[in-house]
């Protein structure tokens, strides 16, 4: 299999500025053939809290290291609330660190930025892992690959065969996007409440079968499509970061005609081969 992603900030925004955080592992080229596990972990940080874009890079990091070693949290439960536990121990070293470096600066926190922190900061949370199924068939037939995915909030994971959708996580219709989605807190220690609101789902791959992760905007976009295989067809255009360029372009296309809602836009792309 191939990986790949690709991250856009909001039309009059600075990449700096996207709140949008995507990791995958391992960390290979994305035209290096994988054969090893994968996991990626997909977040959009939650604008209206302060520090959501650091958030989104801790979180999606610390779920993607989290699934590479304990692949149960996949399935829910006690796994996933000792990942939900490290990832909200992780980031008040990480604030003690920030406060210190603006301090050093000599741009100390004011007094209504610790009002906000004492908030937290919100993402959603999409993860995935994928694993060659050499077990399933024998080594004359071509190979299955064995995904398992977790989504808390609105962010996607669509399985793609022959170029056409056959099964979306968490929301299967345009109309089930909302504008409170569930998120994970950078101070939520209630870890079973986390666990409880996340749903988890598993699939398997054929060779030729696609998985595209995206944030809501994309995803939202995708779902309305009225020909659905165009949209998809398009979205297939964009195959590494040398198209970065181009995707933003199209971003912003989509964005002057009003079929995609200004937002920051992460995508990560699975594409499945044969022997």
Same mark, same amino acid.
């Given at each position: 299999?191939?990986?790949?992603?690709?991250?856009?900030?909001?039309?009059?925004?600075?990449?700096?500025?996207?709140?949008?955080?995507?990791?995958?592992?391992?960390?290979?080229?994305?035209?290096?053939?994988?054969?090893?596990?994968?996991?990626?972990?997909?977040?959009?940080?939650?604008?209206?809290?302060?520090?959501?874009?650091?958030?989104?890079?801790?979180?999606?990091?610390?779920?993607?290291?989290?699934?590479?070693?304990?692949?149960?949290?996949?399935?829910?439960?006690?796994?996933?609330?000792?990942?939900?536990?490290?990832?909200?121990?992780?980031?008040?070293?990480?604030?003690?660190?920030?406060?210190?470096?603006?301090?050093?600066?000599?741009?100390?926190?004011?007094?209504?930025?610790?009002?906000?922190?004492?908030?937290?900061?919100?993402?959603?949370?999409?993860?995935?892992?994928?694993?060659?199924?050499?077990?399933?068939?024998?080594?004359?037939?071509?190979?299955?690959?064995?995904?398992?995915?977790?989504?808390?909030?609105?962010?996607? %994971?669509?399985? $793609? &065969? /022959?170029? !056409?959708?056959?099964?979306?996580?968490? *929301?299967?219709? #345009?109309?089930?996007?909302?504008?409170?989605?569930?998120?994970?807190?950078?101070?939520?220690?209630?870890?079973?409440?986390?666990?409880?609101?996340?749903?988890?789902?598993?699939?398997?791959?054929?060779?030729?079968?696609?998985?595209?992760?995206?944030?809501?905007?994309?995803?939202?976009?995708?779902?309305?499509?009225?020909?659905?295989?165009?949209?998809?067809?398009?979205?297939?255009?964009?195959?590494?970061?040398?198209?970065?360029?181009?995707?933003?372009?199209? %971003?912003?296309? $989509? &964005? /002057?005609? !009003?079929?995609?809602?200004?937002?920051? *836009?992460?995508? #990560?792309?699975?594409?499945?081969?044969?022997?």
């Amino acid at each position: 299999m191939y990986v790949t992603h690709l991250v856009a900030p909001k039309h009059g925004s600075t990449e700096a500025e996207c709140e949008d955080a995507v990791a995958v592992l391992p960390g290979r080229p994305h035209d290096y053939m994988l054969r090893e596990p994968l996991t990626a972990g997909v977040c959009d940080g939650a604008t209206e809290s302060v520090l959501a874009k650091d958030w989104a890079r801790l979180l999606s990091r610390a779920v993607a290291e989290h699934a590479m070693e304990l692949p149960d949290l996949l399935a829910g439960g006690a796994a996933f609330e000792e990942f939900a536990s490290s990832a909200v121990a992780q980031w008040e070293p990480w604030l003690v660190q920030y406060t210190e470096a603006r301090s050093a600066e000599g741009r100390p926190l004011k007094w209504y930025e610790h009002t906000k922190l004492a908030e937290g900061a919100y993402a959603t949370l999409l993860t995935v892992r994928v694993d060659p199924d050499s077990d399933s068939h024998p080594a004359t037939s071509e190979p299955e690959w064995r995904w398992r995915a977790a989504a808390l909030g609105d962010s996607c %994971l669509f399985h $793609l &065969r /022959d170029n !056409r959708l056959v099964q979306a996580f968490p *929301v299967g219709a #345009v109309e089930e996007f909302g504008t409170t989605p569930d998120l994970f807190g950078s101070r939520n220690h209630d870890v079973a409440l986390l666990a409880r609101r996340t749903r988890f789902t598993e699939g398997r791959c054929q060779p030729g079968d696609r998985l595209l992760l995206m944030t809501d905007a994309l995803a939202a976009w995708l779902l309305s499509a009225s020909d659905q295989e165009d949209a998809v067809n398009q979205l297939l255009e964009f195959a590494g970061p040398d198209d970065l360029d181009g995707f933003k372009d199209w %971003l912003n296309g $989509l &964005r /002057d005609c !009003r079929q995609l809602r200004n937002d920051d *836009v992460a995508l #990560v792309r699975i594409d499945f081969e044969g022997r």
